[in-house]
């Protein structure tokens, strides 16, 4: 991270970084392309900081996957939201692999309506804060692989994850949270 005088002089101009992230359901390659596009701004903007946010759920204390809880759910989703939020204010550019829309996707998926529905409510204000979204969907960019960590072989599963997140982020452009032009699908 910087050193604390330039995270003062930051704080004090009222500048926030911009947020970038990939979404879509696992195994459609958003890390790699989060990399990718790191490097390609640290070459076209040097003089700007580029920090990269990886899958926050993977360090959650709580099980993820199929055998995920509410408890796991809601501290993916607050984690994810948190270190966006703190990032913006340390670097020009934060570029993540998830956005907080595909824990509420995945908690749908689960069955975990009730949060759902509070998550979506806490999300609409956070929303904003993304610059850029790009969409990877699992027809154009099927990279799944057994990683240990997420189920790869349920196509069926991960298509369910792709419809749900589909369905948010237009019920996000409905509710005028999100500008449609941010979302690009790839």
């Not at 920090?51 to 759910?73: D, F, M, W």
């Not at 939201?81 to 692999?97: A, G, R, S």
């Not at 599963?157 to 690009?184: A, G, P």
Request: overall charge negative.
């Amino acid at each position: 991270m910087r050193k604390q005088q330039d995270v003062y002089y930051r704080s004090k101009s009222y500048e926030l970084g911009e947020i970038i992230s990939f979404t879509g359901t696992h195994g459609v390659g958003k890390t790699t392309s989060v990399y990718e596009l790191a490097y390609k701004y640290k070459l076209n903007y040097p003089d700007k900081t580029v920090y990269t946010l990886n899958e926050v759920a993977r360090n959650s204390p709580y099980t993820i996957n199929k055998k995920s809880c509410e408890q796991g759910q809601l501290w993916i989703f607050n984690e994810q939201i948190k270190q966006e939020l703190e990032l913006i204010t340390y670097y020009d550019y934060v570029i993540t692999d998830r956005t907080a829309v595909d824990n509420i996707a995945y908690s749908s998926v689960y069955g975990f309506n009730k949060l759902c529905e509070c998550m979506f409510n806490m999300l609409g204000f956070h929303v904003g804060t993304y610059s850029k979204i790009y969409f990877k969907t699992i027809e154009n960019n099927d990279f799944a692989v057994n990683d240990g960590v997420r189920e790869s072989d349920d196509l069926e599963f991960r298509q369910n994850v792709e419809n749900e997140l589909i369905k948010l982020y237009n019920k996000l452009i409905e509710m005028n949270y999100l500008k449609e032009d941010i979302i690009e699908y790839i």
